[in-house]
């Protein structure tokens, strides 16, 4: 069993829609939990970082955080064909004193296409 | 742009061929983290630097391996390459090791022939 599941889609919705997508994972050390947005052929970039139960907004995503059901999930308001992408989930851990372990574990991620 | 740069962009080579891929970190990070990632099997870390040292290690295979200079760009040494090794190869930046956060760059493509 890999240590974060994410379905990877395809998603289609059409604009204006809103997504959610999803992350379980099983390793009790993850706390720290970022979402990245990956365009086709680029590098991940870095879209939310979060580490405590609850949510976070900016813009028009929310990070969504249950540490307790170990579930994460990210939400696109009012979708663009612009985040058609591949939307990937990543956690780490620390060590007792702060420091990261350094290794970000990431989902398979969910291909998301917006359409006009 | 993340301010991560990698070179080269594409690298197209023979098995058993040994070959280096360069990374530039953003301007202050003293992290330098490699990724690979392939359809099968996702972004998968391999190895983390930190101010010249090696700190973590993921499955990096040993026909892999990498390192960190004084002026903090990074190479990755894959040699006697197999089929397998066909993937992206993304380097990471972050600005020290109190920070979860990492910047990718846009990769290196890796075709073994």
């Known amino acids: 069993q890999k240590e974060v599941e994410q379905d990877p889609g395809p998603l289609s919705v059409p604009e204006g829609a809103i997504v959610s997508l999803n992350c379980t994972y099983s390793?009790?050390?993850?706390?720290?939990f970022m979402w990245y947005r990956q365009y086709s052929r680029k590098g991940p970039e870095l879209l939310m970082y979060?580490?405590?139960?609850g949510n976070k907004e900016d813009g028009r995503f929310t990070a969504q955080v249950d540490k307790s059901s170990k579930y994460i999930s990210l939400f696109i308001r009012d979708s663009q064909p612009s985040d058609s992408a591949t939307y990937l989930c990543?956690?780490?851990?620390?060590?007792?004193?702060?420091?990261?372990?350094?290794?970000?574990?990431f989902g398979q991620g969910t291909i998301l296409t917006v359409h006009p | 742009d993340s301010g991560v740069t990698q070179t080269p962009k594409h690298l197209i080579t023979a098995t058993g061929q040994r070959v280096t891929l360069r990374c530039s970190p953003r301007?202050?990070?003293?992290?330098v983290y490699w990724y690979q990632q392939s359809l099968d099997q996702g972004l998968q870390f391999l190895i983390q630097?930190?101010?010249?040292?090696?700190?973590a290690k993921g499955n990096i295979l040993e026909r892999f391996s990498a390192q960190q200079f004084p002026d903090l760009h990074s190479e990755l040494n894959l040699s006697s390459l197999e089929l397998g090794d066909s993937a992206l190869y993304f380097c990471?930046?972050?600005?020290?090791?109190?920070?979860?956060?990492?910047?990718f760059g846009p990769g290196t493509r890796l075709t073994v022939l």
């Open positions: 990471a930046s972050s600005s020290s090791v109190l920070t979860d956060t990492q910047y």
């Open positions: 390793n009790s050390a993850f706390q720290y």
């Open positions: 979060t580490y405590s139960s």
């Open positions: 990543a956690m780490s851990a620390r060590y007792a004193g702060g420091t990261s372990y350094g290794k970000l574990t």
């Open positions: 301007s202050g990070d003293l992290s």
């Open positions: 630097y930190y101010n010249g040292e090696e700190r």
